[in-house]
């Protein structure tokens, strides 16, 4: 009998989670304590949406641009790819995704070994070329997931892998943990947080064998 048991993608979000380099980074207190007389613990967290397992919205790279309370969940449920892409440097072209020859791919995740569930942020991390988003989208892209901390290179101003996503309709995941997860077909939930106004909200990410 086949796996089908939810497996975590998520990044465990602790203090000490790396955040991207002068972002705020993750961070909890108590607010009240039953060790300390109080009738309940009561916890309280800060830090940047973008620390930990996250979608980005629109907002995130253009004034104007929709926010976290507008993503859509259908984006972020059903199935999805995984593609391990760890043996490629520099810009991943669509052959490297080893793809199926035919249907959609309505949501790719790459596994490029590059996740801060190792405990450091990463100094580089493989990305995709404007060809290959092109053609993904073509093919019904609706997410792209990575397990690095950005779709774009970290040293990129315009974000150019950002913008052809969301100009073609599709949508961002980023800081997965896919070092259990082999390529090939899953059926992914990852639904954003409901925070209105936001450029990216944290994400519960799970994912389940699915038959080729």
Do not use: K
């Given at each position: 009998m086949p796996d089908e048991r939810w497996r975590d993608a998520s990044v465990l979000l602790r203090p000490?989670?790396?955040?991207?380099?002068?972002?705020?980074?993750?961070?909890?207190?108590?607010?009240?304590?039953?060790?300390?007389?109080?009738?309940?613990?009561?916890?309280?967290?800060s830090g940047s949406p973008h620390v930990g397992t996250h979608a980005d919205a629109?907002?995130?790279?253009?004034?104007?641009?929709?926010?976290?309370?507008?993503?859509?969940?259908?984006?972020?449920?059903?199935p999805a790819w995984v593609s391990d892409v760890r043996d490629v440097g520099g810009e991943i072209e669509l052959e490297a995704l080893r793809l199926?020859?035919?249907?959609?791919?309505?949501?790719l995740l790459l596994r490029g070994g590059t996740t801060i569930a190792e405990g450091t942020f990463p100094a580089s991390w493989p990305s995709l070329s404007s060809a290959c988003i092109a053609a993904l989208l073509r093919r019904g892209l609706?997410?792209?997931g990575v397990d690095s901390p950005s779709v774009d290179d970290r040293e990129s101003k315009d974000l150019r892998n950002?913008?052809?996503?969301?100009?073609?309709?599709?949508?961002?995941?980023?800081?997965?943990?896919?070092?259990?997860?082999?390529?090939?077909?899953?059926?992914?939930?990852?639904?954003?947080?409901?925070?209105?106004g936001l450029d990216a909200a944290p994400v519960r990410a799970v994912l389940r064998p699915r038959a080729r």
């Open positions: 000490g989670t790396p955040e991207w380099p002068g972002d705020t980074p993750f961070d909890c207190r108590w607010t009240w304590q039953m060790s300390q007389g109080a009738s309940v613990n009561v916890s309280a967290t629109p907002l995130h790279v253009r004034d104007g641009g929709a926010a976290s309370h507008q993503l859509p969940i259908e984006a972020f449920i059903g199926p020859d035919e249907g959609t791919i309505e949501r609706r997410l792209l950002h913008h052809l996503l969301f100009d073609g309709g599709a949508y961002v995941l980023e800081n997965l943990d896919l070092r259990d997860i082999e390529a090939g077909p899953w059926e992914l939930v990852a639904p954003p947080l409901r925070l209105e």
